[in-house]
């Protein structure tokens, strides 16, 4: 699960706005207007919904924390109650035997670094490691099994070139530093868990698109499918 996508509680103990609750409360950036101010309510809900996992037999949850949820700005003051409720969405896991697998970005960047440039801008390597540190000290001795992002390529691609996912940009000149600044964020995001977290494994999820020529035997065709592999693809896994 993603954070944006289950919790709601939007605005809530002193949750900060994320570029998604601004992408998806501006009309028509949605074809239905929809948006995840409610979702399935998760935030008050973890307790029957992490019960109903168990029920399903699985014995394992993966979550993602909001990071404007713990930081409201992004940075600085940290929000005691995001740090609570994580708390409490992994000791409910541990106690139902799930063992809680934690994502600490998926896409849901708070709006306030968006405004100073997000993923454009090399700063929010430092802010994304003092965002993980918090994470790691928080809640390292109880969960060992992290992923640093969520597809980043999803969130670059779809947020900073197609414009289809939040911020919303249609720029190659906004996707090509956010691509080389989110390696890096996740690169010291890595280490900073590694440090931090014992015995912890630590690695991020990818979303890979799989690139053939349309015409195998054309030389064109190898090439532009070698290019749309790099950007589909290597420009996040081979860093």
Not at 1 to 17: F, H, L, P, R, S
Not at 165 to 185: I, T
Request: hydrophobic share 40%; net charge neutral; proline share 4%.
């Amino acid at each position: 699960t993603a954070a944006y996508q289950i919790e709601g509680a939007w605005n809530e103990d002193g949750k900060g706005v994320s570029i998604w609750d601004t992408f998806s409360q501006k009309k028509k950036n949605i074809k239905d207007n929809t948006n995840g101010n409610e979702a399935c309510d998760f935030y008050h809900k973890y307790v029957e919904d992490i019960k109903m996992v168990k029920s399903l037999n699985m014995d394992v949850f993966r979550f993602s924390v909001s990071w404007s949820r713990i930081l409201p700005e992004g940075k600085g003051k940290i929000n005691q109650n995001g740090i609570d409720f994580y708390h409490k969405v992994i000791d409910t896991c541990l106690a139902e035997g799930l063992e809680p697998w934690l994502n600490c970005y998926h896409w849901d960047l708070p709006q306030a670094l968006e405004d100073e440039g997000g993923w454009t801008n090399r700063e929010i390597i430092k802010w994304f490691a003092n965002f993980v540190e918090i994470l790691a000290k928080e809640y390292g001795e109880k969960v060992k099994n992290w992923m640093v992002f969520n597809e980043p390529m999803a969130f670059i691609g779809a947020g900073y070139m197609a414009g289809i996912h939040a911020p919303g940009y249609v720029s190659l000149g906004k996707f090509m530093p956010a691509v080389h600044y989110a390696n890096l964020a996740m690169a010291e995001g890595g280490r900073t868990l590694r440090k931090i977290v014992r015995n912890g494994k630590i690695g991020s999820t990818w979303s890979c698109t799989a690139v053939e020529p349309k015409n195998p035997n054309a030389k064109k065709h190898v090439l532009a499918a070698k290019k749309a592999d790099a950007m589909f693809n290597r420009v996040f896994i081979e860093p």
